[in-house]
């Protein structure tokens, strides 16, 4: 029977509490005993010289004793592991439970009766009378009502739900101990409930796609259920091992097409759980964890060919990596588990540049088949360095340490080459002869990196400097990995919509790149939407890498890669650009910095954009405007970045008392507003030259862009300047975003649709004159917040009006030559 509200309510946690305690101690005084059975009687037994039939019975008899002991002891230990297991699960879901009733439910003015039912403390429907339910805002506030009460309902359910579950592994666990025989100690069969689930899965997964829709439900449940849990996932992983746990997930994407909704939803949620489960099987710092070794021997399996629907003639083999990379495309991992998979894996690639594409199944019955069923990031799966780089793109460590420059060499099977790698398997062990005939290097402190990457003898391929170097090549092959047979010739339908869906294809590629390099330069995941999430001060690693994005990028034969252009003419690499607008967002201060203000305060190490001011700098920003995502996160940027900058120079001029000359003080003004102003006025002329000369993109899309950059409003104020303290909290206050997002919103959103035939210099002037209005906007408001008085916040605002338009009028002017004419002063 499951538990009720009340149940876990009332739990009496007290007699637990005891039992935990007393097993312990039992567990150590057995423990004690098996030792003295063990180092004593056995021992004294063992050594004794004694003879004949009796001293035969009397040693069995002493060792079977001592054995005895020790059982007893592990039998003990175990009972007391899980019952404490138990307990704590209970204390913690109870004390949620008493935290929701007496503090979450109201403060959103709901209450909880005893038997866990959740009503409106005052409901507006018995309180509101005929006239007030009229009221315009009545069912806003009846919705509101609504969702709190849901909201409530919900935690409730979730955390009985939790402690009825761990009620179930506990009497599970125990059961299993325990036995049959009540008088019968034996070593306990697991040391936790994880390991009791594990089990479970462990033989559910054995089954591949053998395995009933119902058992592949129940494994999804389990691996869900438990996929934090260091104990499941550790003895999940374990238990299968790491060339099974490879196979096992290729059996299941084998005949997942097709089949039941019930097993393409299992398959589909294994996908994201075992990605998860593996990040945390795989983290060094959980107990337990998996091995140095049965990570090696998953790098050995993934540079192995697996045997998938094994019994056919013609069956099809992929590479482990091209398996495993879909489930890693789910998950946070630890660098020292992923970069050398990741490393491993580009290694395998950069000596064999088609060992992914010759894998991709071109026969029946396997035509249509996905090694990526979720369909995350688009493609097949194929490829396996798409799913290792979205991997990447959701571990900021890993990704920052695959990019650093420095190739960690391995060999074919994934044996790091270190120093003992040479002195154990290679002739005439570790010596400057052998790194060069392996193409090694050897830093001050004797680490070992590969010089460069070449494709092996007979293969053609390009040698790149690193891997950064390798995956922005014009030439590096984001190939079609999709399983799917050409149309016939002549049929030009068919031939159009396949072109279409090999170009779609081929996007998920540079698509998952952009999100690693965005994760390696920011320091989080590139899909954290966490809008309060502060930017993480950049490293001298993270910097240096953006400084090479810029310059890569700004390039002309780089910006090329990532041109937007109609009818499928864009670069190879323009799928990334929203990425490269988001990381142009993180340093906006980088790169406010970099067009002349030096003044300005970068947010950690500088990314030294100011050596790629005049060219590169520019290039950049005028090829990823164009992308409509990226445009909304450049320019809630720097209206964020402008206003706290601003802010910055009042603080300053308040906290000194007012004394600092308020000329100067002006000046200061200008020069922080100028640099944003440049940077709004080249991504506006890159939008204006998306709608109005290429036609890539409309207004709808641009200010589509704007609402999914907002975030980077909240990201941006308060970074460096010292915002207000509100209610304790000092944090920046709400109507500070918010009116920077309504800045934006008003200034920079814009519906042409009834002024088509402008031209583009009409329309950069007249965005000009609101980029202005709205540098004006960032300068007040960000005076406003430092207490200026009203005649101030104008000076501040006529300071910035004036410096915007100048740098706007420079910013179109460099992005591309178009030169509207100044704005008139009368």
Do not use: C
């Amino acid at each position: 029977m499951a538990l009720s509200f009340d149940d876990l309510y009332q739990l009496p946690l007290s007699g637990m509490k005891s039992a935990v305690d007393d097993w312990a101690k039992m567990a150590t005084h057995l423990q004690t005993l098996a030792e003295e059975a063990r180092d004593g009687m056995r021992a004294k037994s063992e050594k004794a010289s004694w003879a004949g039939v009796n001293a035969d019975v009397s040693r069995t008899f002493i060792s079977k004793t001592a054995k005895e002991f020790d059982d007893m002891a592990k039998s003990a230990k175990g009972l007391a592991q899980v019952i404490s297991e138990g307990y704590e699960a209970f204390k913690k879901a109870q004390d949620d439970l008493k935290k929701v009733v007496d503090e979450e439910a109201p403060a959103r003015r709901v209450t909880v009766s005893a038997t866990g039912t959740v009503r409106a403390s005052k409901p507006l429907a018995e309180n509101v009378d005929a006239a007030g339910k009229h009221d315009p805002d009545y069912q806003l506030l009846v919705r509101k009502e609504q969702q709190d009460i849901a909201y409530i309902e919900d935690r409730i359910r979730v955390l009985v739900e939790a402690a009825d579950q761990a009620d179930q592994d506990v009497a599970k666990t125990l059961r299993a101990n325990l036995g049959d025989d009540p008088y019968q100690a034996d070593a306990p069969k697991y040391g936790s409930t994880g390991e009791m689930n594990a089990a479970r899965a462990v033989e559910i997964a054995t089954k591949g796609d053998g395995a009933t829709d119902a058992e592949l439900k129940e494994l999804d449940g389990l691996v869900h259920d438990f996929r934090n849990s260091p104990d499941f996932t550790t003895a999940f992983y374990q238990g299968l091992g790491p060339e099974r746990s490879v196979e096992f997930f290729a059996d299941l994407t084998l005949n997942s097409e097709g089949d039941s909704k019930t097993r393409i939803a299992a398959v589909q949620g294994l996908q994201k759980d075992l990605g998860f489960a593996l990040a945390t099987a795989t983290d060094p710092d959980h107990k337990p964890h998996l091995s140095e070794k049965w990570q090696t021997d998953l790098r050995k399996v993934g540079s192995s060919l697996v045997d998938v629907d094994t019994g056919r003639r013609a069956n099809y083999q992929p590479y482990g990596y091209q398996v495993l990379s879909n489930i890693l495309r789910y998950g946070e991992y630890d660098r020292r588990f992923l970069t050398p998979i990741a490393e491993h894996a580009a290694q395998l690639q950069a000596a064999d540049p088609d060992i992914w594409k010759r894998s991709v199944p071109q026969n029946e019955p396997y035509i249509g088949l996905s090694l990526n069923p979720t369909g995350q990031g688009g493609g097949s799966g194929f490829n396996a360095m798409t799913g290792i780089l979205e991997g990447l793109g959701h571990s900021p460590e890993a990704s920052k340490d695959f990019f650093d420059g420095k190739m960690t060499p391995y060999d074919r099977d994934g044996q790091k080459m270190d120093k003992a790698y040479f002195e154990r398997q290679v002739g005439g062990g570790y010596s400057t002869a052998n790194l060069d005939n392996w193409n090694l290097r050897e830093d001050a402190d004797w680490n070992i990196y590969l010089k460069d990457l070449k494709p092996m003898d007979g293969l053609d391929g390009k040698t790149h400097a690193d891997y950064f170097d390798m995956f922005t090549d014009k030439d590096y092959d984001w190939f079609d990995d999709r399983s799917e047979t050409a149309p016939q010739i002549g049929d030009g339908d068919a031939q159009d919509a396949w072109d279409k869906a090999a170009e779609k294809a081929k996007e998920s590629g540079p698509d998952a790149l952009g999100h690693a390099l965005e994760s390696a330069v920011s320091g989080r995941a590139y899909d954290d939407d966490t809008i309060a999430t502060k930017p993480i001060p950049h490293s001298e690693e993270q910097s240096q890498l953006m400084h090479r994005v810029v310059e890569k990028f700004g390039s002309d034969s780089g910006s090329e890669l990532i041109a937007i252009k109609p009818e499928g003419k864009s670069g190879v690499l323009a799928p990334m650009n929203d990425s490269l607008g988001n990381m142009t967002a993180e340093y906006m201060r980088d790169f406010q910095k970099g067009m002349g203000a030096s003044r300005i305060e970068t947010h950690g190490v500088d990314a030294g954009l100011s050596d790629l001011n005049g060219g590169p700098l520019l290039n950049f920003l005028g090829s990823v405007g164009k992308d409509p995502d990226a445009y909304g996160a450049i320019i809630n940027a720097q209206q964020a970045t402008t206003t706290d900058l601003i802010n910055g120079v009042a603080d300053k001029y308040v906290d000194g008392g007012k004394q600092q000359d308020f000329g100067d003080v002006r000046q200061d003004v200008a020069t922080f507003t100028k640099p944003g102003a440049t940077i709004a006025g080249i991504v506006t002329e890159a939008r204006a030259e998306a709608m109005y000369v290429e036609k890539t993109a409309g207004d709808k899309d641009f200010n589509d862009g704007l609402k999914n950059g907002a975030k980077w409003a909240d990201r941006g104020f308060g970074v460096i300047s010292k915002p207000l303290e509100a209610t304790g909290v000092g944090a920046p206050l709400a109507w500070v975003v918010e009116d920077i997002k309504e800045s934006v919103t008003e200034k920079y959103g814009k519906d042409s649709g009834e002024e088509a035939d402008k031209t583009v210099n009409n329309y950069l002037e007249d965005r000009r004159q609101v980029s202005a209005l709205a540098a004006r906007d960032a300068a007040e408001l960000g005076a406003r917040e430092a207490g200026l008085s009203v005649e101030e916040q104008k000076k501040f605002g006529d300071d910035a009006e004036d410096a915007a338009n100048a740098g706007s009028h420079e910013g179109t002017s460099r992005g591309g030559g178009y030169n509207p004419p100044p704005k008139s002063k009368g």
